[in-house]
């Protein structure tokens, strides 16, 4: 199997069709799922020193196509991991509060505070993908939106937050094979919404408005990874991989214990 670019670089026209969302880079699930487990136990390690030492944060975006494993990316990558310093956010359709404000207002209050890995199950990346599909606002709206994002993760990295965003590329042969498995087994079918079939129907436009994204929204300061993803093991070696490569890149470090504390035992 040839290689395939995972990180694109800025500035690279993407084009979808040349991504294989079964690509998997030669490794066998089992390999996959040692390699897995060790990434795993250096993320807990790594995030044990992001909370102590507190100066820094990590956000993670995960974006797909319904069915694409958002859900199960959260569950499988991110299992042992401490939960008092991660913060799950997902992102609905916006209330009406939320639609009183700029786009940005509702995500700004959940990134990640020092100290904290903040995960976006979907995101502000919605207001150029399922908004620009449908037209819920004009474009001269949206075309504008890949600006205020580019500035916003900016301002972001900015102030100590590194991020990474993982766009999950399924093909459309495999999520129609995941939403029948919603249909069918009994423990999925909450899962699954009627709402999911007009947005399959829509495949085309989505992958458009995908293309656009990673295309305008790739930066160093907050680079896109397109993830095969359809076969899971592979999609959580890679997103496992590319969060602990970050992590060790982030100069984490225990505090230092203040100086004074030679000496003192606790009393009786
Ligand atoms: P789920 O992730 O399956 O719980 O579905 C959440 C739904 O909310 C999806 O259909 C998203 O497209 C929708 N959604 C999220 N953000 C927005 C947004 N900014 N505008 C409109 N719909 C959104
Ligand atoms: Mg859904």
């Known amino acids: 199997m040839s290689k395939q670019v995972i990180m694109p670089k800025p500035g690279t026209k993407i084009d979808l069709s040349t991504f294989d969302p079964d690509f998997n880079d030669d490794y066998h699930k089992s390999g996959a799922r040692e390699a897995l487990k060790s990434l795993q136990k250096r993320m807990r390690e790594l995030q044990a020193m992001l909370y102590a030492q507190g100066t820094q944060s990590l956000l993670i975006v995960l974006q797909a196509m319904d069915a694409g494993g958002k859900d199960g990316t959260i569950r499988r990558v991110f299992e042992g991991v401490n939960p008092q310093g991660v913060r799950v956010t997902s992102f609905k359709k916006p209330t009406e509060e939320e639609l009183a404000h700029d786009f940005l207002w509702r995500v700004h209050q959940h990134t990640p505070r020092k100290g904290f890995i903040g995960i976006f199950n979907r995101s502000h990346y919605e207001d150029v ?56 087994i009994p423990e999925k079918r909450w899962k699954f919404s009627l709402g999911d079939l007009p947005v399959r129907q829509k495949w085309d436009a989505y992958m458009h408005a995908y293309e656009d994204v990673l295309t305008r929204c790739n930066t160093e300061y907050a680079p896109w990874y397109i993830v095969p993803a359809n076969k899971k093991w592979f999609r959580n070696l890679i997103i496992a991989r590319a969060i602990v490569e970050t992590l060790e890149d982030m100069n984490l470090a225990y505090p230092e214990p203040e100086a004074d504390l030679e000496g003192v035992v606790i009393p009786d």
Do not use: M
């Open 129 to 184: 993908l399922v908004v620009r599909v449908n037209e819920l606002v004009p474009q001269s709206v949206w075309e504008k939106r890949y600006d205020h994002i580019n500035h916003f993760e900016k301002l972001l990295a900015d102030s100590g937050t590194r991020i990474l965003k993982f766009f999950l590329h399924i093909s459309k042969e495999e999520q129609k094979e995941r939403l029948q498995e919603r249909l069918d």
